[in-house]
């Protein structure tokens, strides 16, 4: 009989958000106790902890799992869910605690951070599916396969996130801005071949997106068409757009009026195909985590998530 499968097994990333963690962690743990809800806690200590550790206690007959922390780890839990060959993911369920300073998957889905709620769903088990996207690509020479359940970016996108990581800096949504815009001067645009239902586009792009969920980038709507359970990856084209043009319509970035712009196409697909007709990579960032680089094919894995709401 498997005693763990009605344990919530919580994963916190200690340094999310920039917070005092001990006072947040007391706070929750309280609110759980309150609330009767068994529950063990892990504290990550380094990048792909919470993935490896989601995938150890799947292995130990742990079922429910609870993310505590921003768009990261939420990403590092999907992917541990995602990989582990052991059960169908039908059969595992995430909760999140959104502690981070971006908390752009939660966003979308209108979950904040609110304990009495959250444990109210935990206990009732009010959850909901959500489609969750596949990017294989190219990194330091060998084939990945990585998964994510928000956006992905490639060009400007990554190489924002790119320059961010080699800083070492996670930062809040206005530094992000910021970093967005002061690095715009250094970026230059890439020749992309995309591969799309059935045809080929070819050209200079400044972004180009790739959602399941809305935001990214600390409440930036870059693919506003994006729907999380409809089967279809939301995909945004943007460029080539002249530094000038992306300054004056930096609001569309957050009133999901992006797609109005002359310069900017929409599609919805299952799959399409991002590669470089340049010696120099186009690179790819997943969920805000730096990946690797073309050749990315994307597809998805329908109603493979569940998660609780709130």
């Known amino acids: 009989m498997n005693l763990k499968n009605e344990i919530w097994c919580c994963i916190m990333n200690p340094t999310a958000g920039k917070k005092d963690y001990k006072s947040v962690w007391n706070e929750i743990e309280t609110k759980l106790r309150e609330n009767s809800i068994d529950f063990d806690i892990y504290f990550t200590k380094s990048r792909k902890d919470a993935e490896w550790f989601t995938i150890s206690k799947i292995e130990e007959g742990y079922r429910k799992f609870v993310a505590i922390g921003g768009d990261g ?71 990945k396969t990585e998964y994510f359940n928000n956006v992905a970016g490639m060009a400007y996108d990554a190489f924002v996130v790119e320059e961010l990581e080699k800083r070492k800096s996670k930062p809040n949504k206005f530094i992000y801005i910021f970093s967005v815009l002061s690095m715009l001067f250094r970026y230059k645009l890439q020749n992309a071949l995309i591969k799309i239902n059935g045809k080929e586009i070819n050209g200079k792009f400044y972004t180009i997106n790739v959602g399941i969920c809305k935001y990214s980038g600390g409440g930036m709507s870059l693919v506003p068409h994006a729907n999380h359970n409809d089967g279809m990856l939301a995909v945004t084209l943007g460029g080539p757009l002249k530094k000038l043009d992306v300054l004056i319509n930096t609001y569309r970035f957050y009133n999901e009026s992006l797609l109005e712009h002359p310069l900017v196409d929409s599609y919805q697909a299952k799959e399409l195909e991002v590669s470089s007709i340049e010696v120099e990579p186009i690179y790819l960032e997943l969920d805000g985590e730096s990946a690797g680089h073309n050749p990315v094919v994307f597809s998805i894995v329908e109603n493979a998530l569940n998660f609780v709401k709130m």
Not at 91 to 107: L, Q, R, S
Request: glycine share 8%; proline share 1%; charged share 25%.
């Open 73 to 143: 780890t939420v990403h590092e839990v999907v992917n541990g869910i995602m990989k582990q060959k052991i059960v169908s993911t039908d059969e595992i369920t995430m909760a999140v605690i959104p502690v981070g300073t971006g908390n752009d998957w939660a966003k979308h889905h209108g979950i904040r951070y609110n304990m009495d709620s959250l444990c109210h769903s935990l206990k009732i088990d009010l959850t909901e599916k959500q489609d969750v996207g596949v990017a294989s690509f190219s990194k330091n020479g060998e084939h």
